[in-house]
C-alpha cells in the first residue's frame, strides 16, 4: 500500500549547497570581470593602432561581457535565493541586448571595411591576447557553467556561454590576424569579424530566450529509463524544465 502511494521528489540542490555554489559563481564572475577589462583595454588600443575591426570588436565583446557578468553579479549579490532568482529574468534580458548590440557594431565596421574604407595592419600584440584568451577563457567558462547548471540558473549558463564566446572569437581572431600579419590576407580581418557577430547574434538571440537550465522544480520520481531520456533530451539534470 505505502508502495503504491509513495512519491520520491526532487527539489535540487539543499540551502547549504546553493550557498556554495552562489558563492562559487560570485568568485568566477568577479575573475571573469577583471580578465576582460584588461583584455577590452589591450585589445580596444591594438585594434585602433592597427585599424583592425575584428580586433576592435573582439575589445568590445570584453566590453559586453563585462556588462553581462557585472549582471550577473548584481544577481548573486542577493543572498536570498528567491531574491536572485527573481533577478534572473532582467539578468537574461541585460546579456542578451549587450551581445545583440554587439554584433550590430562589428557587422557594420566589418562591411566597412570590406568596402575599402579601411585596411587592417598586422598586430603583433592583438596576436598575443587573443591567444591568451584562447588559453584562459574555456576554463572559467567551463567551471561557470557547471555551477550555473546544478544551481539552476539560467543567467549563470548564459554567462559562462558569453565566455565561451569569447573563446570562439579568439580563436577566429586569432586565425585572421596571423593571416593578416604572415600572408598579407587584410580581407581576413573583416570576414573574422563577421564570424564574431554571427556568433554573437546566436548566443544573443539563446539568452533573450532563457535557453539553459533553469530551476529544478519538484517532480515525481521518474524510472530509470525516463529519467536517462529526459537527460538526453536536453543535456541537463531531470527537474530542468528549460535546457539548451
Avoid at 576592435?56 to 553579479?73: C, H
Amino acid at each position: 500500500m505505502a508502495a503504491d502511494i509513495s512519491i520520491s521528489l526532487s527539489l535540487g540542490p539543499s540551502p547549504a549547497r546553493r550557498d556554495v555554489l552562489a558563492r562559487r559563481i560570485r568568485l568566477l564572475v568577479a575573475a571573469t570581470i577583471t580578465y576582460n577589462v584588461i583584455e577590452a583595454v589591450v585589445a580596444i588600443t591594438a585594434g585602433t593602432l592597427s585599424s583592425s575591426t575584428a580586433l576592435i570588436g573582439f575589445g568590445l565583446d570584453s566590453v559586453i561581457e563585462v556588462s553581462s557578468a557585472t549582471a550577473v553579479a548584481w544577481q548573486f549579490s542577493a543572498r536570498d535565493h528567491a531574491v536572485r532568482e527573481a533577478r534572473e529574468h532582467r539578468t537574461l534580458r541585460i546579456i542578451a541586448v549587450s551581445v545583440f548590440a554587439l554584433a550590430a557594431y562589428v557587422s557594420f565596421d566589418a562591411v566597412r571595411a570590406l568596402t575599402g574604407t579601411g585596411e587592417a595592419e598586422r598586430s603583433i600584440p592583438g596576436i598575443a591576447i587573443a591567444a591568451l584568451s584562447l588559453a584562459v577563457m574555456p576554463f572559467l567558462s567551463a567551471a561557470q557553467r557547471k555551477a550555473g547548471r546544478e544551481l539552476g540558473s539560467a543567467s549563470a549558463v548564459a554567462d559562462s556561454k558569453q565566455t565561451l564566446l569569447c573563446t570562439y572569437l579568439s580563436a577566429v581572431l586569432l586565425l585572421g590576424l596571423v593571416l593578416n600579419a604572415t600572408l598579407g590576407w587584410s580581407w581576413a580581418d573583416p570576414i573574422a569579424a563577421l564570424v564574431i557577430a554571427t556568433i554573437a547574434v546566436k548566443e544573443g538571440r539563446d539568452a533573450w530566450q532563457g535557453k539553459g537550465c533553469c530551476a529544478p522544480t519538484a517532480h515525481a520520481a521518474a524510472p530509470a529509463g525516463a529519467a536517462a531520456a529526459a537527460a538526453d533530451a536536453c543535456g541537463c539534470k531531470p527537474g530542468c524544465t528549460s535546457c539548451s
